[in-house]
């Protein structure tokens, strides 16, 4: 039974750039969630998807945006990006928005 | 709002010696609480959770924690350190949400080093 995946594992982005990260949820969940994780940090809650809708964000501007497919995956898009976007994204499924699995995680750097 | 806060940034144990990590919470209503370990360059892993019911949890990988509604706490134990515990490890308190859900909070993170 494969767990939640990430791709890519790591990128290298410019400031003003745009990245799209991918999320496979662990199987038979329908809710993924998104997180930063900044170094020396925990993560921070992002948003939420649950039936191909955001539920529920946190203090995140704009600039991040997602979506959830009909297969449960997600992505997150990060527009316009700045250097304080560099952080481990870390991707959690559940089933009907319960407890989260984690996924390894994407490292972003931004250049 | 909640918050967590875990006291201690770095925790140095040798192995076999027995372990505490502390965890202060503050929520207003039943918390939901977590523990998670992350290995380096890991994601994370869920170790145990409390949710209602008796106050000592027990997780995976020998690992306890009990819940102190009193001193809004929910300190993680475990009786003997192994060197393979050496991560980062996260408490978290989920804030109740629309339709079931959780949306968890985290603390900083305590890191665990372990000498042999």
């Known amino acids: ?111 | 709002a909640q918050s967590v806060t875990q006291p201690d940034i770095h925790i140095t144990v040798s192995e076999g010696a027995s372990l505490e990590l502390r965890c202060n919470y503050s929520y207003g209503a039943t918390p939901y609480l977590f523990w998670y370990v992350q290995s380096p360059g890991q994601g994370l892993q869920l170790l145990l959770k409390y949710f209602s019911g008796d106050t000592l949890v027990q997780g995976i990988k020998g690992f306890e924690a009990e819940f102190k509604r009193s001193q809004s706490s929910f300190n993680l134990r475990k009786p003997s350190v192994h060197w393979s515990d050496a991560a980062e490890y996260f408490c978290a308190v989920g804030m109740h949400a629309s339709g079931g859900s959780y949306i968890p909070t985290f603390g900083r993170g305590t890191s665990l080093i372990v000498h042999p």
């Open chain 1, 1 to 111: 039974d494969a767990g939640v995946t990430q791709s890519p594992t790591h990128l290298i982005k410019t400031r003003g750039q745009q990245v799209t990260l991918r999320c496979s949820p662990k199987s038979g969940h329908d809710t993924v969630s998104w997180y930063q994780q900044a170094l020396g940090q925990g993560p921070q809650f992002i948003f939420q998807y649950y039936e191909e809708e955001e539920r529920q964000r946190g203090n995140f501007p704009d600039r991040f945006s997602g979506h959830q497919f009909p297969n449960y995956s997600s992505e997150l898009n990060v527009n316009a990006l700045l250097l304080g976007d560099s952080a481990l994204y870390l991707c959690a499924s559940s089933l009907n928005r319960r407890e989260q699995y984690f996924g390894p995680g994407t490292r972003l750097t931004v250049t």
